[in-house]
C-alpha cells in the first residue's frame, strides 16, 4: 500500500514543464478485448485505447495493520498477524480456518461484476510471493495460485483487467510494514551487494513462475514491484537492474502481457528508471495527500514523453471525495489511468464498500491486542473472526456512493444530485403523508455544490500533520462531518462550523403547504438552524434547544411553505456551530376531501365520478382485497385522459397520491380497467 514519505520528494520533475504535451483523450473501455498493450503513450486492446479505472483489492491477500484495525497494538506487517491469529485461536490449523474464509469472503467475482457495472475496468491484486512460491525449494506452490486462478478467471468472463501486483517482494523493498519486514529494513535495497543479488534473483524467479501460470491469459498485467525504495543515491542503478532482470526473466514464458515498472520513492519518482527497455510496457506512480492536481504530474507526464510510453496510476485516495475528484479528472485529462486503494474496508469511509460495523466479537479480540481487554478464549476468538471474515462479503457490506460519484460521474465537479442517486418522493408516506430524510444523506457533489463544509480534504506528507476532512468517519467520505448514534444505528451531521451548509434534492407530488421539521440535538445554548427552498430563504432562523447531550434527539417544529410540484433543492445552513442534524421531516399539509363513490368490489371497467377542485392531483382511498396491481385511468368531462396510473394495491388500507389526476373542470371520471378491490371512498383533493 502507501507509506508517509520521511524525507521529501527528490525535485527534478517538481516544477517540470508542461509545454509541447500531447494530451491523449480518455478512451472508451467498457468492452476490452484481447491483452493490454502499449501502443506509444498509450494502452490498447484489439479494440483501441484503453483508459484503466479501477481499485486495488488492499487487505485481501496481504493484510495491513491499519486496514485490520490492529496498527495501535504495535504489529502492522502481514506475518506479524497471522502469528498473532494462531496464537489467539489455539494453533495454525484453527488460524487457517479463519485466513481461508477471509479469502473466500472478502473478494469475490460479485466484486468484479459490481465494479464492472459501476463504470470500471481494472483491478489492481496485492499478493505476497510466499503464497505462490518457496524461497527454500525455489518451486512454484501450485495450491497457492488459488486466488490468483480465481481472479484470472472472474476477469476473463467479466472483461475486466486484472493487474497482479507483487506486494510483498523477496528482501523487502522497502522498511515499511506492507512490505513484510518488520524487524529490519528490507534487504532488496538496502541490504548489502549479496543481499540484493539474492533476493533480485529469487524475485525473478518468483515471476517467472506466475508469467508461466497465466501467459496464455486475456485480462493479466504485471505489476513488478510495489513501492520501491532506494534511498542511497549511489544505489539507484539497483531499481532498474532488478526491473530489466525480471523481465527477462518473463519474457523467457510469456512474449506478450504488459509489464508495469513503479518508480523509486514509494512510486512517486520515475528518474532512477532509464530508458524504456520492453516494447510492451508501462511505467506507475503512486500518489497520496498532495496538493491537487499534483505539482509533481507534469514532470512525470514529460518524463511519459521522452520515453513514449505510457504511464498507469497504481494507487492514490486515502483522502476525501474532493481530492479524490480533482486528482481523477487531472489524470483522465492526462491520459493517466488510476487504480484507487481501496476496494474494501472494514468499517471506512474512503473506500468503495465498507462492512457495515465491526462484529462485536472482534471488537473483543482487538481490546485484547491492543492491551485495553482480557483474552478471549480460542474457540470465542475463532468466532469473532470467522464473523469479521463473513462480514466482508459484498452482500453484507454497504456501497460507499459517494465515492464511486466522485470517481466515475462526470459532473461531479459541477452538479449536485440526490444521494445514491434516488430522487426522493415528497411525500413518500401516503398514510403520514410524509417524507423522512436521513440528514446523512444530503446531495451527493462536491464542496460549494452538494455542501460546504470548512475543512474538505487533507494536504499532508506528514501523517501527524494530516488535516482530518471528516472527524466523524462515518457514511460519507466529504467534508461534512458524519457521525453514528450507535444506540439507533442512524448517521447524523455533527461538529457543525458557523456558515456550512448541505442540500436535498427531492421531487414534491402535492403542490401546496408543507411543513419541515428538523430532528436535532445539542447541549449548547443559542443554536439555530436557516432553511432555504431552491435558494429562497423561508422565514427566520429556527431555533435549536438544548437536549442534555449530543445524542439526546428532540424534534422542532420548522417553518411551513408552500412547494410547487416538481424537482425542489432544499438547503440546511448553520449559521452558528455546535448542533448536530439527524433528520429532516417534510409533511404536506394540503386539505383532504373525501367524496362517496360505489361500495363494494371494484370491477374491471367501472367508472365513478368524484369532485375534483384542484388540478395538481388526487389522493385515492381505497381498501384492497388482496396484493396486487390495478390501472386508474382519470377522464375530464369530454372523455379525454387526463392520467393513467398502474397502482400497487395490498391487502386492506390503500392511500396512494396519483399526480396531475384533477382537471381544470372540476370533476373526474376514475376508471379502474384492471385488478380487484373493495372501495370505501375516493379522496380528491
Not at 495460485?145 to 523487502?172: E, Q, T
Request: charged share 20%.
Amino acid at each position: 500500500m502507501f507509506s508517509f514519505a520521511r524525507h521529501p520528494f527528490p525535485g527534478p520533475f517538481a516544477c517540470a514543464s508542461l509545454t509541447g504535451l500531447l494530451v491523449l483523450a480518455a478512451a472508451s473501455d467498457m468492452r476490452a478485448d484481447g491483452p493490454l498493450r502499449r501502443q506509444a503513450r498509450a494502452l490498447v486492446d484489439d479494440d483501441g485505447p484503453v483508459l484503466l479505472k479501477g481499485f486495488n483489492v488492499g487487505n485481501w491477500l496481504v493484510q495491513e495493520g491499519y486496514l485490520m484495525h490492529i496498527d495501535s497494538a504495535g504489529y502492522k506487517s502481514p506475518s506479524e498477524f497471522r502469528a498473532k491469529v494462531a496464537d489467539l485461536v489455539g494453533g495454525q490449523a484453527q488460524a487457517d480456518q479463519f485466513f481461508t474464509a477471509w479469502r473466500d469472503d472478502f473478494f469475490t467475482e460479485a466484486d468484479v461484476q459490481a465494479l464492472k457495472a459501476a463504470g470500471g475496468n481494472s483491478f489492481r491484486i496485492p499478493f505476497h510471493y510466499k503464497d505462490v512460491f518457496d524461497p527454500v525449494a525455489r518451486r512454484p506452490i501450485p495450491a497457492g495460485f488459488k486466488y490468483l486462478d480465481s481472479c484470472v478467471a472472474w476477469g476473463r468472463r467479466n472483461h475486466v483487467h486484472m493487474i497482479l501486483d507483487l506486494h510483498v517482494a523477496p528482501g523487502g523493498q522497502n522498511p515499511m510494514e506492507h512490505s513484510d519486514v518488520p524487524a529490519e529494513p528490507g534487504k532488496l535495497f538496502a541490504g548489502t551487494a549479496a543481499d540484493f543479488e539474492f533476493y533480485a534473483k529469487l524475485t525473478a524467479e518468483v515471476w517467472k513462475a506466475v508469467a508461466e501460470r497465466y501467459k496464455s491469459e486475456t485480462y493479466v498485467s504485471y505489476d513488478l514491484i510495489n513501492e520501491p525504495l532506494v534511498e542511497d543515491p549511489g544505489q539507484h542503478w539497483r531499481l532498474e537492474q532488478i526491473h530489466r532482470r525480471v523481465t527477462d526473466s518473463i519474457r523467457k514464458a510469456d512474449k506478450t502481457h504488459l509489464i508495469i515498472a513503479e518508480g523509486n520513492w514509494w512510486g512517486s519518482w520515475l528518474q532512477p528508471l532509464g530508458p524504456r527497455w520492453d516494447e510492451n510496457m508501462a511505467f506507475s506512480t503512486h500518489n497520496y495527500w498532495t496538493r491537487v492536481p499534483d505539482v509533481k504530474r507534469s514532470g512525470q507526464v514529460d518524463w511519459s514523453v521522452a520515453q513514449n510510453t505510457p504511464i498507469w496510476h497504481g494507487e492514490t485516495g486515502e483522502n476525501s471525495n474532493v481530492w479524490y475528484n480533482i486528482e481523477r479528472r487531472d489524470l483522465e485529462s492526462k491520459g493517466i489511468g488510476w487504480s484507487w486503494w481501496t476496494w474494501k474496508k472494514i468499517e471506512g469511509i474512503s473506500g468503495g464498500w465498507t462492512t457495515t460495523a465491526t462484529p462485536g466479537g472482534y471488537q473483543e479480540v482487538l481490546r485484547f491486542w491492543q492491551g485495553t481487554g482480557s483474552r478471549p478464549d480460542a474457540e470465542n476468538a475463532l468466532a469473532a473472526l470467522m464473523d469479521l471474515a463473513a462480514s466482508t462479503r459484498l452482500d453484507a457490506c454497504r456501497k460507499n456512493y459517494d465515492v464511486f460519484d466522485a470517481l466515475f460521474r462526470k459532473d461531479h465537479h459541477s452538479v449536485g444530485i440526490p444521494y445514491a442517486d434516488r430522487l426522493r418522493d415528497i411525500p413518500e408516506d401516503p398514510s403520514s403523508r410524509s417524507t423522512r430524510l436521513k440528514a446523512a444523506e444530503y446531495d451527493m457533489g462536491t464542496q460549494g455544490v452538494a455542501y460546504s463544509d470548512s475543512a474538505f480534504m487533507s494536504i499532508s506528507i506528514q501523517k501527524d500533520s494530516a488535516v482530518q476532512w471528516n472527524q466523524g468517519w462515518s457514511y460519507r467520505n466529504d467534508g461534512v462531518d458524519v457521525y453514528m448514534d450507535w444506540s439507533s444505528g442512524e448517521p447524523f451531521i455533527g461538529g457543525t462550523s458557523p456558515g456550512e451548509w448541505v442540500d436535498f434534492t427531492v421531487n414534491v407530488l402535492d403542490s401546496g403547504p408543507h411543513r419541515i421539521d428538523l430532528n436535532v440535538s445539542t447541549p449548547e445554548p443559542g443554536r439555530r438552524i436557516q432553511l432555504e427552498v431552491d435558494g429562497i430563504r423561508l422565514g427566520g432562523d429556527i431555533a435549536i434547544p438544548e437536549t442534555g447531550g449530543w445524542t439526546n434527539w428532540t424534534d422542532v417544529e420548522g417553518p411551513t411553505v408552500d412547494l410547487k410540484a416538481g424537482r425542489r433543492t432544499l438547503r440546511v445552513l448553520f449559521p452558528v456551530g455546535l448542533q448536530n442534524l439527524r433528520a429532516l421531516t417534510l409533511v404536506s399539509l394540503a386539505p383532504v376531501v373525501s367524496m362517496p363513490v360505489p361500495r363494494g368490489t371494484i370491477r374491471p371497467g367501472m367508472e365513478f365520478l368524484a369532485c375534483n377542485p384542484v388540478p395538481g392531483g388526487a389522493w385515492l382511498s381505497y381498501l384492497g382485497a388482496s396484493d396486487g396491481n390495478a390501472e386508474v385511468v382519470a377522464l375530464d368531462l369530454t372523455g379525454s385522459v387526463t392520467g393513467r396510473w398502474t397502482i400497487k394495491a395490498r391487502a386492506g388500507a390503500n392511500l396512494v397520491f396519483l399526480p396531475g389526476a384533477g382537471t381544470e373542470m372540476g370533476l373526474a371520471a376514475v376508471t379502474v380497467s384492471a385488478g380487484k378491490a373493495h372501495c370505501r371512498g375516493m379522496m380528491m383533493r
